[in-house]
């Protein structure tokens, strides 16, 4: 049996006294987070949310398998945020979209969540009317032709039905009960709130794809509304999809379960606390990116250089730099690539790295080394 089989569903019910020491800690963190970036100037903070809203577009679609350019989502992120960034960079309309959505959810997160706006999220995310190289419903809720809908692994012949969710017809009446729950239940905790949006609204499953990211969406949205305040300093997608195994495990687990939701919600605090304390160490970064660009703008770079150091500054930034890589990555030639390099170096903008010959490599300093 199916969570929305029970005959109790969706009156969700869990046991209070167990969620409260975790509860307590999670607010001391956010709290203290919170306070950490308030007291940084408006620049270091703008600079964190965007580094946090970017993870989190890029994790969100890395947890359903699509792989996204971190540059274009947070090139696209501070377009629409009115923030200058150097260079331009051509976005994909599949980062567009999903940016457009996450931002909605969390810059205009006291709005109403509506039927309408759900399904502007969902055109946003689908803009060719397809997932794949199949035609789907975008723009609203799936039918009777989507049913069964099930979540499926495995090879054709051997799947695995994981879930299947409530029969289309059903839709309409589901969805009415989760607004109204969604943005009326005043007296509920805020982060219980976010993580119980987050399981009902992936159990409805209401459209043909793209319910886990919108989920998620849903779900910051909630937790900038506990946090009341559209600045985003942590990723709960981001540390999801480090958890993606386990997701999908506790996800799986409650749906095949009743609405006693205990064992559920304290996964999603535990894992909303460990997305915290990344965010410490996301902090750490955005700090010494800023002395780091202090030091570089005493004598400025040039474009391809500042190019480079950016991607050398991301956090999914893998191995060093060297000649051949640099000039890929700028689009110039190894003569040019070379100069540029040579010029960091008596900087000491880049270290080399021990080797030498073919194998030279470069790094930017480290926070002991700056």
Request: with cysteine; hydrophobic share 40%; charged share 30%.
């Amino acid at each position: 049996m199916w969570i929305h089989e029970d005959q109790n569903w969706p009156k969700f019910t869990w046991d209070a006294e167990a969620l409260v020491s975790k509860l307590a800690d999670l607010r001391h963190r956010q709290g203290r987070l919170l306070g950490r970036m308030e007291g940084l100037g408006f620049e270091l903070k703008r600079e964190a949310s965007l580094s946090t809203l970017t993870n989190d577009v890029v994790k969100s679609s890395a947890i359903e398998g699509e792989k996204l350019s971190p540059e274009e989502v947070r090139s696209s992120i501070a377009r629409r945020l009115g923030i200058d960034l150097a260079g331009v960079i051509l976005t994909s309309r599949d980062a567009e979209g999903i940016v457009e959505m996450m931002l909605d959810a969390t810059q205009q997160f006291s709005k109403p969540l509506t039927k309408g706006r759900l399904f502007d999220w969902h055109a946003a995310l689908f803009p060719t009317g397809r997932s794949g190289m199949q035609r789907i419903r975008v723009g609203g809720w799936r039918t009777l032709d989507a049913d069964p809908m099930q979540v499926v692994s495995g090879p054709i012949g051997k799947e695995k039905v994981h879930f299947e969710a409530p029969s289309a017809e059903r839709l309409e009446k589901e969805i009415k009960a989760f607004f109204d729950w969604f943005d009326n239940g005043h007296d509920l905790v805020p982060v219980l709130r976010a993580g119980i949006a987050h399981l009902w609204f992936v159990t409805i499953h209401p459209f043909e794809d793209g319910n886990g990211r919108i989920a998620r969406a849903i779900g910051d949205m909630a937790l900038a509304r506990a946090d009341s305040t559209q600045d985003r300093f942590y990723s709960l997608s981001s540390q999801i999809e480090a958890e993606r195994k386990d997701y999908y495990d506790q996800l799986e687990k409650q749906q095949r379960s009743t609405p006693e939701i205990t064992v559920w919600l304290e996964w999603f605090l535990d894992c909303l606390g460990r997305a915290i304390s990344s965010a410490e160490t996301t902090l750490g970064n955005v700090l010494f990116k800023a002395q780091l660009w202090d030091k570089i703008n005493q004598k400025p770079v040039n474009d391809r250089q500042r190019l480079i150091i950016n991607l050398m500054l991301e956090d999914d930034f893998k191995g060093h730099m060297n000649t051949s890589k640099y000039a890929k990555l700028a689009k110039c030639s190894n003569d040019t690539a070379l100069r540029d390099i040579q010029s960091l170096k008596n900087r000491n903008i880049f270290i080399q790295n021990p080797g030498g010959g073919r194998s030279t490599s470069y790094s930017l300093p480290n926070r002991e080394e700056f």
